[in-house]
């Protein structure tokens, strides 16, 4: 029969000392003590996980040494000073600390330190280091969106922060590409199977916001045979920056050498993950909106007079013969006049719906101010098939209008024509002949074209 042993008091005895020591070195994370100047004391827990670096290679040493720069050693040096001056058993911290493996990579740590300088047993700071873990590279990962890092970065130091605990897998990003034509991988899948072989993500495509397979019976044979030539026997796939209409703009790949769902807790750093990469989705596309609002006109949507010298600069430096329609609305001034300008904007933005009806989607078409609009026609365009577009696009404005409150208006245009100039025409001297064809146009009345001489 078995006797437990007890105390004068009635409490079990303290466990022996060992015990301790088993205790403290199962510690999923590195504990150290220090004393005032930052060197190493005693050290427990997994120690390998500091860099791989040993019980002897840690006491005596400064832990301030395997930190990465010296604005980081100087902050160790203040965690230590400013830990000290504090209460008896006042916990300090996180303070988030990039430090360096014995083979040079940088790896993430959060440490937490305790005043223990009165305790006789210990007599100095007591540090716990926690393991890295995804969380640690989030952040990275959000300042790199801050400063407008690329998606292709962003999505790499993505997959390279679920690489580490609670997910610890494999795993990739795919986009759509431009226009969206065929998809982009980051970073690339090496060993890890994916498209072009169709698999779990084209039911994302389709509509799906998670896809998980815990075995790979579901799987087609090609996708099956190279994810278990990787040895991968499970991939669960999430959407990411699903739209308005749920459509996803991206996807979440992740492979698992175990049969398996994700753990809760892999879920929700994957989750963040997800998170994380549709804000870095939003952020490009506001960017981009941005960018394109300064090329756009406000009212008619249209590109503006910045976007047209900016294509038209470009076609001249590439070589080519621009052929362009500078155009005038007729009696546009008397609708702003008698009607107000509520009318005269209706009228500017039918006017470029008409235009945008008559010109081929090639053509650039833009709004350079009031009520006069340019186009540039795109290939080679002959003089006669100019002067087609013209007359189409008179016979067009010269509809009547719709201003609201059944109210219409008939206006009209003036065209002038820019066409075969010399390669290397300057883009002031074409718009300048553009220009002036116009104003011959408008000599011979409303509703007229006229072509730019070329002497």
Known sequence: ?????????????????????????????????????GTVRYVAGQIDRLGHRTYSQLVGSKVGDFVVSPEERVLVDQLVALTTHRPQGEMVGPVRLPYSDLDGTIHLTEAWAVNRSQDPGMAGVVVIFLPESAYDRFDQVLATIV?????????????????????????????????????????????????????????????????????????????????????????????????????????????????????????????????????????????????????????????????????????????????????????????????????????LRVAARRLSAVMRPTDELARLGGDEFAVLCSGSPSADQMVMIAERVVDHLSLPLSVGDGVTVDVGACIGIAHALPVGTAVDTILGRADQALSQAKAKGKRRWALATLD
């Open 1 to 37: 029969m078995l006797r437990r042993e007890v105390s004068a008091n009635g409490a079990p005895p303290p466990p022996p000392l060992g015990f301790f020591q088993g205790l403290l070195d199962s510690i999923p994370a590195v504990l150290m003590v220090l004393d005032a100047t």
């Open 147 to 347: 400063r407008d890092g690329s998606l292709a970065d962003t999505f790499d130091l993505l997959a390279s922060a679920l690489s580490y605990p609670p997910v610890a897998r494999d795993c990739f990003f795919l986009r759509l590409g431009q226009d969206d034509r065929g998809l982009i991988c980051n970073p690339e899948h090496k060993g890890a199977p994916g498209p072009p072989l169709p698999g779990p993500w084209d039911e994302i495509w389709a509509g799906a916001s998670v896809v998980e397979h815990e075995s790979l019976g579901q799987l087609s044979f090609a996708l099956r045979d190279q994810a278990l030539a990787g040895g991968y026997v499970s991939v669960s796939c999430f959407a990411v920056h699903r739209g308005a209409e749920g459509r996803a703009d991206a996807c979440l790949v992740v492979w698992s050498r175990e049969e398996e769902r994700l753990s809760p807790f892999a879920r929700l750093a994957v989750e963040r993950a997800v998170l994380i990469a549709s804000l870095a989705m939003s952020h490009r596309a506001e960017g981009e909106g941005i960018k394109d609002a300064q090329l756009r006109d406000a009212l008619t949507g249209l590109g503006n007079r910045r976007s047209f010298f900016k294509t038209l600069e470009t076609a001249v430096e590439a070589g080519g013969r621009p052929a362009l329609l500078y155009i005038d609305l007729d009696g546009f001034r008397a609708v702003n006049d008698e009607l107000g300008h509520l009318a005269g904007d209706a009228v």
